[in-house]
């Protein structure tokens, strides 16, 4: 079996979701006993990657993503069992061991200086939100953080998405005239844990050193891509992982970010090839008010606009672009279809041609 093998399994579509007939471990549980099954159909001589030492091999990395996948599970009982701290430490104990000793095997990488994300709050008025408003939440308002899939109660993080289109899905689509936008151009590498299959090379038969890096990230990544079943239920076991997750990278130095796909959206393959994903920062101190001075140092950030604003301010009247600029949105998403059987290019939506607005607007530092 190939690389290309491999993922023509539908285990490797994401998001995933489960019924009422199984429980959240459960559901897990056979989902990992399913990637075991599919690791140990390999053909052992296509697995060994250039560059990594002769030992290797397929029967030793099963060996260690059975643990690690047993790490997790073990995780998620002692969260149930009442024992937080202790299902932390079990889980810093596996991905620490992960980010030394087996460093091929954790997906990681660094989003370059002068990156463009994006950023959207809903608000009905027609005055915009201050600059620090459009940041991650205040300090002083840390009873607003609420439980989200990456997102601690109490715990502020900087949300951001690669464009508009997955901020605007992120927050369940709401009504074109009751947001405003934001872009942030990073200043600062930023080094994140990448769970997206985004920088996989699918169009090669050869389990290459990121293929390779991806497959063995896998457990976590499907741990983390568990749709909610009950949005009404306070406590929802999908999110325990990626919480956990979030607070080993705010103690890791060496990590600033989650990059993540969206569980909202329905993808239509394995690869990412459009800029649908997001990343979620958390703050690396700890304050009384205010925003965290390392996040805040690491962007500069546009205007804010809205489409009220825009439209008040135009007479509604569309701006226009030329083809460039245009193909330059198209080629983070490629075409939208929002109406079904009706696909058009992400610049000719009201979205694209705000993102195309913001990329000509300058950014400046985070006041």
């Known amino acids: 079996m190939n690389f290309n093998s491999i993922l023509e399994n539908d285990l490797f579509n994401l998001p995933k979701s489960y019924n009422n007939k199984t429980t959240f471990r459960k559901y897990l549980k056979s989902a990992f006993d399913e990637y075991i099954n599919i690791l140990k159909k390999i053909d052992p001589s296509i697995i060994q990657v250039k560059g990594f030492t002769k030992k290797n091999n397929l029967k030793n990395i099963i060996e260690r993503q059975e643990d690690f996948i047993n790490g997790i599970l073990e995780t998620i009982d002692l969260y149930y069992d009442g024992k937080p701290a202790a299902a932390y430490f079990t889980f810093k104990k596996i991905i620490d061991k992960r980010r030394t000793q087996f460093k091929t095997m954790l997906l990681t990488n660094s989003f370059e200086i002068n990156q463009d994300f994006y950023r959207i709050r809903i608000n009905k008025e027609n005055f915009p939100f201050a600059d620090h408003e459009m940041f991650h939440i205040d300090f002083a308002n840390r009873g607003k953080v609420s439980t989200q899939r990456y997102s601690i109660p109490g715990f502020p993080s900087l949300y951001l998405a690669k464009t508009l289109y997955v901020a605007w899905e992120e927050l369940n689509r709401p009504n074109i005239n009751d947001f405003q936008a934001v872009r942030l151009s990073n200043k600062e590498p930023i080094k994140y844990l990448d769970l ?155 979205l694209g041609r705000m993102e195309l607005l913001l990329e000509n607007m300058p950014t400046n530092e985070i006041v």
Not at 199 to 209: D, L, P, Q
Not at 275 to 290: A, H, Q, S, Y
Not at 291 to 296: A, I, M, N, Q, V
Not at 319 to 331: G, H, N, T
Request: a negative charge; charged letters at 30%.
């Open 196 to 350: 997206t299959s985004s920088n996989v090379n699918f169009e090669v038969e050869e389990i290459s050193k990121e293929n390779y890096k991806y497959i063995m990230t896998f457990p976590l990544i499907i741990a983390c891509s568990i749709k909610v079943k009950d949005t009404n239920s306070i406590f929802k076991p999908e999110y325990i992982i990626p919480q956990i997750l979030l607070q080993w990278i705010r103690e890791n130095e060496d990590i600033d970010a989650i990059k993540y796909s969206s569980t909202h959206l329905k993808y239509d393959s394995k690869k990412l090839d459009d800029d649908l994903f997001n990343i979620v920062l958390p703050v690396k101190e700890n304050k009384d008010r205010g925003l965290c001075s390392r996040l805040k140092n690491t962007f500069n950030m546009s205007d804010i606009i809205s489409k009220q604003l825009i439209d008040f301010s135009s007479g509604g009247d569309n701006f226009f672009y030329d083809c460039e600029e245009s193909a330059k949105i198209d080629k983070k998403i490629s075409s939208l279809e929002i109406i079904k059987g009706k696909r058009l290019p992400y610049s000719h939506s009201i």
